[in-house]
């Protein structure tokens, strides 16, 4: 087993509860909202790298940080706090320790994200998107009710692209604002629980309330290149991570067992040469595969497991063609976590009870994931 550590309990954590983790763009650290401010801790080696204090009435709901720089986007976590309240953004300048801008709007954020190039509000039916070299608005979308702040914005050089949900249940907006094209896909037949986006912005993740199927989509067309099942019964998705080579997506859902999958995108990159593609456009082609209720045999090295009926897919129903996670681990406490691939096939988790965990799993024969590493590094929220 790996490295434990437990964050000490000294008097300058007294009354001091977590709120809101989020990772940056590349995964390196992430940040911790608190009842008096935000910290950032780096992964590896694991430390916290600093914090910013604003006092008892400093409570910051929601934080974002931009890449590894001192730019920060900040929300309070009430709406009756008159510093921060949860209805304004604030752009934080950490390293001259001041306000760059602030944003009011009507209703609390849900969420924030921020890259290079532009930095993105989350409301409750609106989305707003903000170019950082003049700090004015430059997108705005409407949205069917999105209050768990769902959204994805790239964050490659040479590539911008913006997802969230559309105006009707299930759908999935994409714009790719480089190209100024805009692309509408038919990702579920349920309201949409979770997303999330490749690093250059080519592959979409998404699951439904449900949380039983998870599908990939190429934004660039809207087809389905890829579906993976998480299990038979309904769960909350949590979180989804795409590795940064696209070779694996993890999934954590309240369930308390972290799956992560093997994907085939450049196999279907290569069968797209061969004309062997879907039609393209917003509807699920038939790489998506649909559940199974019998039991399951693990493939070729490196890949899931699928129905031991998977053979006769195209005569029996899609679900006896699933594909099932490659590798697996249970935590040990019930909590929600959101997750990013480290380096050397290792995913990492952060969760509200102020837990650090980071797993090694097998890329050749998968199966049970092994602990590396574990911090405590502050205690939650007694409301969460």
């Given at each position: 087993m790996g490295q434990v550590e437990e964050a000490s309990s000294g008097s300058d954590d007294d009354g001091v509860e977590l709120l809101s983790v989020s990772w940056?763009?590349?995964?390196?650290?992430?940040?911790?909202?608190?009842?008096?401010?935000f910290r950032v801790f780096s992964c590896k080696p694991f430390h916290e790298t600093m914090r910013r204090t604003f006092g008892p009435n400093g409570g910051i709901g929601i934080a974002e940080m931009l890449f590894r720089t001192s730019i920060f986007g900040l929300a309070g976590a009430e709406s009756s706090n008159t510093e921060f309240p949860s209805t304004m953004l604030q752009l934080w300048?950490?390293?001259?320790?001041?306000?760059?801008?602030k944003y009011n709007f009507t209703s609390k954020i849900r969420a924030v994200r921020l890259s290079k190039d532009y930095f993105v509000v989350v409301l409750e039916k609106t989305i707003n998107v903000y170019r950082f070299r003049d700090l004015?608005?430059?997108?705005?979308?409407?949205?069917?009710?999105?209050?768990?702040?769902?959204c994805c914005l790239s964050h490659h050089a040479n590539a911008s692209v913006f997802a969230c949900p559309g105006?009707?249940?299930?759908?999935?907006?994409?714009?790719?604002?480089?190209?100024k094209e805009t692309r509408l896909i038919a990702a579920h037949d349920s309201h949409l629980s979770c997303m999330t986006m490749a690093l250059d912005g080519t592959l979409l993740a998404t699951a439904s309330v449900r949380g039983t199927l998870i599908r990939i989509f190429n934004t660039r067309d809207g087809t389905c290149v890829q579906e993976v099942r998480r299990g038979?019964?309904?769960?909350?998705?949590?979180?989804?991570?795409?590795?940064?080579?696209?070779?694996?997506l993890a999934v954590s859902s309240d369930k308390g067992t972290v799956h992560v999958f093997s994907l085939r995108v450049k196999d279907a990159e290569e069968d797209a040469k061969q004309g062997e593609s879907a039609t393209a456009g917003a509807?699920?082609?038939?790489?998506?595969?649909y559940g199974s209720t019998v039991p399951v045999t693990q493939t070729k090295a490196g890949s899931n497991t699928s129905s031991s009926l998977s053979f006769m897919?195209?005569?029996?129903?899609?679900?006896?063609?699933?594909?099932?996670?490659?590798?697996?681990?249970?935590?040990?406490?019930?909590?929600?976590y959101i997750m990013a691939f480290g380096d050397q096939d290792t995913v990492m988790m952060i969760g509200l009870d102020g837990s650090f965990y980071r797993y090694s799993f097998d890329p050749v024969n998968g199966g049970e994931m092994i602990l590396k590493e574990y911090h405590l590094f502050l205690k939650a929220s007694k409301s969460l």
């Open positions: 940056n763009q590349d995964n390196s650290c992430f940040i911790a909202a608190t009842t008096n401010g300048d950490d390293y001259n320790e001041r306000r760059i801008h004015r608005l430059f997108y705005q979308a409407r949205t069917v009710s999105n209050p768990n702040g769902l105006t009707s249940k299930g759908q999935v907006l994409v714009e790719h604002f480089g190209f038979l019964d309904r769960a909350e998705i949590y979180s989804i991570a795409l590795s940064p080579n696209v070779q694996w509807q699920v082609n038939d790489n998506c595969n897919k195209g005569i029996l129903p899609k679900y006896f063609s699933s594909e099932w996670s490659f590798a697996q681990f249970r935590l040990p406490e019930v909590t929600r």
